[in-house]
């Protein structure tokens, strides 16, 4: 007896046939790929896997064979910034699973840190067993090709099929990943993620998922629209008490709004307020681009900096302003650059000093006459403040340190392994040579081999440096 086939059923058949044939030229090329061999992936995979495969193997170096060992973080903030957004996106995954069934749906934040996961049932034991669950880490350069850390790298919605994955014990799953981008930073803000071993399962999902991921987006707008209206009320304040050249910046360093003074050497700047972030995206002005940058960091490890920074071109001549951050109701909503006047000799040679330590992370600036010094820290031995400069005294003599104030040199500092001793000195404990005891329990320290210098400890820091010094 025959058992009667429907064209439907045909069609299912070659469809999955097709598959299959598919699977089988890609986990070839991949083979071949793996050993240096590139001609048949180029055929075969679709670029944006092709490329990932380039950076997996000649780039990341990451292992297609041996399964990656599971790494978790945990966010330093209590609270993400686009903690409204990855609601919108965990509710969407929960959406998408229980609809579809027989898969699971991960939202990853911007570091491809696992938030939220929702799983199916059936798939649970197999999704913790591939560490497909709150807190682990996936980014293409640890995981190789997969939906969450390659979608990142995308603007469009990325499918990696089986043997697309980079990491041999992915071949089984289908994944769909599509990417959030801040409509500010252009930066990615997190991806959503539709893993199955059912290929057809995933594929019908593509427009689907891009069209459900529309309110996260639409959100995302309205958050940008509102930190501007931060800036611009923090703007129209400043403008109100000082005057003068004055700019209001969004988190990325474009332009909000600006003073008249600064209309009138910026051509091309409408008047009024840039709310909408799409208006105001501008590549050309990457001096404010370089502020914004650099000042990012310095503003999210303490809410109450400030700082100063000589800006030149394009607003003719060189001025100094001053950086203040404006935040709003999600941390850091933008910039108010003041200017403080003409910006001296002495003003541009510290913020070139700032700017070479900032290219040499590992460097701490310092000024020397007409020069910029860039230290490493073991030659530092300790730094003196005197009124309002601070000196360091190093391995090359006494030189004047480019950050201004003791707190911020401390802060500066205190990352490779310096402490504050007194009021007036921070100290490298790895050059300490001698220890002064100076009666009722206070100690001095010195850094020179002939115990001449006395770096004064205060009482309150004694115990701290004593128990460091391991007396």
């Not at 670029?47 to 041996?66: G, N, Q």
């Not at 003074?261 to 799409?278: H, K, Q, S, W, Y």
């Not at 203040?324 to 003409?342: C, Q």
């Not at 020069?371 to 730094?383: F, G, H, N, W």
Request: proline share 6%; hydrophobic share 40%.
């Amino acid at each position: 007896m025959k058992l009667a086939v429907s064209s439907g059923d045909r069609s299912d058949l070659a469809a999955g046939s097709a598959v299959r044939a598919r699977r089988r030229e890609t986990l070839s090329a991949w083979e071949h790929f793996v050993k240096g061999d590139d001609e048949a992936a180029t055929a075969i995979v679709p670029p944006c896997v092709l490329r990932s495969w380039y950076r997996c193997r000649d780039t990341h170096h990451v292992d297609p064979i041996a399964p990656s060992r599971p790494a978790h973080t945990r966010h330093d903030e209590p609270v993400p910034r686009h903690a409204d957004v990855y609601v919108l996106l965990g509710e969407l995954a929960s959406d998408i699973v229980a609809g579809v069934g027989n898969c699971l749906a991960t939202v990853t934040d911007a570091h491809a840190r696992i938030l939220r996961s929702e799983t199916a049932p059936e798939l649970r034991p197999l999704a913790a067993r591939s560490d497909l669950e709150p807190d682990a880490l996936w980014p293409e350069s640890r995981h190789g090709t997969n939906g969450m850390g390659t979608a990142l790298l995308q603007e469009r919605p990325v499918v990696v099929r089986g043997p697309e994955h980079w990491r041999q014990d992915m071949h089984g799953w289908t994944c769909l990943g599509v990417a959030l981008h801040d409509p500010v930073t252009g930066r990615p803000v997190g991806a959503l993620n539709v893993s199955s071993h059912s290929e057809a399962r995933i594929t019908r999902l593509v427009e689907k998922l891009d069209s459900g991921m529309v309110p996260a987006r639409r959100r995302l707008l309205r958050n940008a629209f509102r930190d501007a209206t931060a800036v611009a009320e923090r703007f129209a304040l400043e403008t109100f008490t000082r005057g003068g050249r004055v700019l209001g910046l969004d988190v990325a360093g474009n332009v909000i709004t600006a003073s008249e003074a600064v209309r009138r050497e910026i051509r091309g700047l409408p008047p009024g307020f840039l709310l909408d972030p799409t208006s105001r995206r501008c590549p050309a002005r990457t001096p404010l681009h370089t502020v914004a940058a650099r000042s990012a960091p310095l503003a999210a490890a303490d809410p109450d900096w400030t700082g100063t920074a000589v800006i030149g071109h394009p607003f003719g001549r060189p001025d100094l302003y001053r950086i203040t951050p404006v935040y709003g109701a999600a941390g850091l909503a933008g910039w108010i650059l003041a200017s403080r006047g003409r910006a001296a000799a002495q003003d541009v040679a510290v913020a070139s000093a700032t700017e070479a330590a900032q290219d040499h992370p590992n460097r701490i600036a310092a000024l020397s006459g007409d020069s910029v010094l860039l230290l490493d820290p073991k030659e530092i031995r300790y730094a003196e403040a005197s009124r309002h400069i601070v000196w360091l005294v190093t391995d090359l003599g006494r030189v004047r340190a480019a950050a201004k104030g003791m707190l911020t040199v401390e802060r500066e500092l205190a990352r490779y392994g310096f402490i504050r001793v007194h009021r007036s000195f921070v100290v490298n404990p790895g050059r300490v040579r001698r220890i002064h005891h100076k009666g009722h329990g206070l100690i001095a320290l010195s850094t020179d081999e002939i115990g001449s210098e006395t770096i004064p400890v205060s009482r309150r820091s004694t115990e701290v440096v004593r128990r460091l010094l391991g007396l």
